[in-house]
């Protein structure tokens, strides 16, 4: 007997987080592991989550299996560690050196937010305490196991995983789990964040070269369903991202880009220094402005064997971002308040990519009040996000307790979503040799889950269900 648990990405899309109980239902006998160790974000309801433990201890859980290294994903490893776990965390060699600084990173915030409350008094916990802190994240990364896509990894004499490409974002994959717990073999697929399907022109600085691992065979699917019910736009974006960032250096205002930190910003700062050199857009200066910018730009380019060919070409042509002209990586708190009093126009990426923290908050805290600027996203925006509230045409947004009027233009451009849309959704589950038994929608607000679910009814005739926060679904 086995059975799924979601812990987490059950009605929303972030706290990733999947049991698989492979023993009785007490949870006492079976080996128990997660896919992912996600954090949650966005609303105090959901942020609380955060807090509260696993429902079987911490140090009963033998392994983690983790998709990729954005923090809804792996953000809650370190917490986990400090609840007593003490098993391996398996995940691929670049996902690995990504949480090496996005792990230490997030504990470090944890405890700058811990510090800001107890200052202002505003926590309702006395005193406030970081949820880990740099020193724990760095002690989780102990436990960090390298595995290769399609390598079989045996947990138990019933249980074995491999990593498939999962073709979201570097190092992402992936699990597919097979279980012989009982005389009937059970093949199990957590899709992670499934990447984009479709060509570069449709999906511009994508980075990984290949789509979703094709023609599968899985008897129950996890999937995400993040923009189950949008479709990205199918035009070149590039044209309409030179403009804005002209109509706004024009009047004399700067670009603020809130960007994940691994990945997108790098992504973008390819892009920017294309628009620059085929003159598309002047040459103003561009500031990453993250503590984790730097290190991830290295771990890029150690990792080229996930390069598609054009951004190959690109660094041939270019060299690292961090030699360029005009490209300054920001890592100290003085480099970032240097640009904050730098002299408009420029264009600044800055992280969270959902403006939940980080030093994008002190750039948009100076420029949203000036209509000259313009904020432009690139990613998705969680609802209960300070993002949200932006992108959503809100007039005034809370940063650092205080209402911020928003009167800089705002723009969002959809093409740089590493998620796949729902047509892309379907080319890549029409490709499954065979119909699963049941499809559980994870990592997607209800709205999203809900047609998805429709869509793949519809279009597949498979069975669909959405997962819900705490529901135990048996497997086998
Ligand atoms: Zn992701």
Known sequence: MAYIQFLGAAGTVTGSKHLINTGDPSGKDGFQFLIDCGLFQGPKEWRERNWRDTPIPAKQIDAVILTHAHLDHCGWIPRLVKEGFRGAIYATSPTIDLCGIILPDSGHLQEEDARFYNKIKKSKHDPALPLYTFEEAQASLQYFKPVPLEQTVQ??????????????????????????????????????????????????????????????????????????????????????????????????????????????????????????????????????????????????LKHDEEYTDETRAMIRKYGSPLAWPGFTFASTPEESKKINAAIMPSIIISSSGMATGGRILHHLLQRLPDPRNLVLFIGFQAPGTRGFTIKSGSDEVKIFGEYVPIRAQVAALEQFSDHADPPELLQWLRTFRARPETTYLVHGESAASGQLRQLMQRELGWRVEIAQYLEKVQVS
Do not use: W
């Open 155 to 300: 947990l138990s004499p019933e249980i074995s995983f491999r990593f498939l490409s999962a073709a979201h974002i570097l190092g992402s994959c992936m699990v597919e789990v097979s279980l012989a717990t009982t005389s009937q073999a059970k093949r199990l697929l957590f899709s992670g964040d499934i990447g984009r399907v479709h060509d570069h022109k449709m999906a511009p600085g994508k980075v990984v070269h290949s789509g979703p691992q094709e023609g599968e065979t899985a008897d129950i699917v996890v999937m995400e369903s993040t923009y189950g019910n949008r479709q990205h736009p199918t035009e070149d974006p590039l044209r309409e991202l030179a403009a804005l960032i002209r109509d706004t250096a024009e009047r004399g205002g700067s670009v603020v880009v809130p960007a994940f930190a691994i990945e997108r910003t790098q992504k973008f700062a390819f892009i920017l220094k294309h628009l620059i050199e085929s003159q598309q857009i002047p040459r103003i200066p561009v500031f990453c402005d993250s503590p984790m910018a730097i290190k991830a730009v290295e771990i890029f």
